[in-house]
């Protein structure tokens, strides 16, 4: 079974950056786009930004300006480089990707704690 693995999450003081990366576990074709959600307790998962195949990205108004999604459809990676960090983007971030017929797929999780 397929699985998006992401790296990079941590704790860092506000006004600091990170960089979260995820990369699929096998090959998943006819990618249409790829992104990155966030979750924190109590709250439903929300889009932070997401990238397609045409290299088009959408960002929530609360990350705009902040955050960078980069990323190859094809080779199933893709990059979320956060600077600026305020302590309202503490959540745990999730890597999915949107493919063919509306597959979806998610990862684990990773957790980002921006300390003020």
């Known amino acids: 079974q397929v699985q998006l693995v992401e790296s990079g999450g941590g704790l860092v003081q506000a006004g600091g950056s990170l960089r979260l990366s995820c990369a699929a576990s096998?090959?998943?074709?006819?990618?249409?786009?790829m992104g990155w959600y966030r979750q924190t307790p109590g709250a439903q998962r929300e889009l932070v930004g997401t990238?397609?195949?045409?290299?088009?990205?959408n960002y929530a108004d609360s990350v705009k300006g902040r955050f960078t999604i980069s990323g190859d459809t094809d080779k199933n990676t893709v990059d979320l480089r956060m600077s600026s960090l305020k302590p309202e983007d503490t959540a745990v971030y999730y890597c999915?990707?949107?493919?063919?017929?509306?597959?979806?797929?998610w990862g684990q999780g990773t957790q980002v704690t921006v300390s003020s």
């Open positions: 999915n990707t949107v493919a063919w017929l509306g597959r979806n797929y």
């Open positions: 096998e090959r998943i074709f006819s990618v249409n786009s």
């Open positions: 990238i397609t195949r045409g290299g088009s990205t």
